[in-house]
C-alpha cells in the first residue's frame, strides 16, 4: 500500500475485554515497529520485527500484550483484560530493511472505560 | 540507560516569528537522529540527519547536528499557524531501536 494503514483508528472498550489493533505496512517494508503514545507523553517502544527474525519483544509492558505479524507483512497488537492505564494511541511503523526512516501509520485511539 | 531529551516541553508564538527546538541525546552505538511533525496521530517525517555541522532544509525548515556535543536542533523561520503542532525528535541506536523523546508542542498564534 501506499502508507501505513492502521485499524481500528479508534476503538473504545470495556474494562476486562481483549482488543486486536491491526497494522498493514508499506509494501516492501520488512521492518515494523509497534509504539505507545499515552497523553502528553513520549513514544514507548513496544515491540520490533524483522523480517523472519525473532522479534524484540522488551518493551511490551505486560504479559497481556502480544503481538504477531503472518506471513512478513500483516501485523496484529493484541491486548489482553484491557486496563484504564492501556487507554492510548497505538501507533505502527515501518522501513525497508537497510533504511534508517520509519514510516507511521495514523494510529489506534484506544480508551478503555 | 538511553534517553532523549527535548526542550522546550511547550512553546507559543505568532505568526512570522522564528522558533528553535532543541534534542539533545545519550544512546550507544549512535548512528542517527530524526525529526518527526505530528499534528494529529501520525508523526511525519521532516529530517534524518547523521552527519555532524551539515544542515538539512526543507523550505522554512532546517535542521543540524553537532555528534561532539549530543544534540540537534531544529529551526523553522517564519512561523505559520499550520506549524503548531508537536515535534517530535528521535536517536537511533544500534541497527533498529528509536528513543523518542517527549516532544516540543509549538502553538502559533495567527
Known amino acids: 500500500g501506499a502508507g501505513v494503514s492502521q485499524s481500528p483508528s479508534n476503538k473504545v472498550t470495556e474494562k476486562g475485554k481483549d482488543v486486536e489493533l491491526r497494522c498493514d505496512p508499506i509494501s516492501g517494508h520488512t521492518a515494523l515497529y509497534w509504539y505507545r503514545q499515552s497523553l502528553g507523553q513520549g513514544l514507548e517502544f513496544l515491540i520490533y520485527?524483522?523480517?523472519?527474525?525473532?522479534?524484540?519483544k522488551s518493551g511490551l509492558p505486560s504479559d497481556r500484550f502480544s503481538a504477531e505479524r503472518t506471513g512478513g507483512s500483516v501485523s496484529t497488537l493484541t491486548i489482553q483484560r484491557t486496563q484504564q492505564e492501556d487507554s492510548a494511541v497505538y501507533l505502527c511503523a515501518s522501513r525497508v530493511s537497510s533504511g534508517n526512516t520509519i514510516y507511521f501509520g495514523e494510529g489506534s485511539w484506544l480508551t478503555v472505560v | 540507560e538511553d534517553k532523549v531529551v527535548q526542550s522546550p516541553l511547550s512553546l507559543v508564538v505568532h505568526e512570522g516569528d522564528t522558533v528553535t527546538l532543541n534534542c539533545s541525546y545519550e544512546?550507544?552505538?549512535?548512528?542517527?537522529l530524526l525529526w518527526y511533525k505530528q499534528e494529529k496521530k501520525a508523526p511525519t517525517f521532516l529530517f534524518m540527519l547523521?552527519?555532524?555541522?551539515i544542515e538539512k532544509k526543507s523550505g522554512r525548515l532546517s535542521s543540524i547536528l553537532d555528534k561532539k556535543e549530543l544534540f540537534s536542533i531544529l529551526n523553522i523561520t517564519a512561523t505559520q499557524t499550520g506549524d503548531s503542532a508537536v515535534y517530535l525528535c528521535a536517536a537511533t541506536s544500534g541497527t533498529y531501536k528509536y528513543i523518542f523523546g517527549t516532544g516540543t508542542r509549538l502553538k502559533v498564534l495567527a
Open positions: 547523521t552527519s555532524s555541522g
Open positions: 544512546v550507544t552505538n549512535f548512528r542517527s
Open positions: 520485527f524483522q523480517g523472519n527474525s525473532a522479534p524484540d
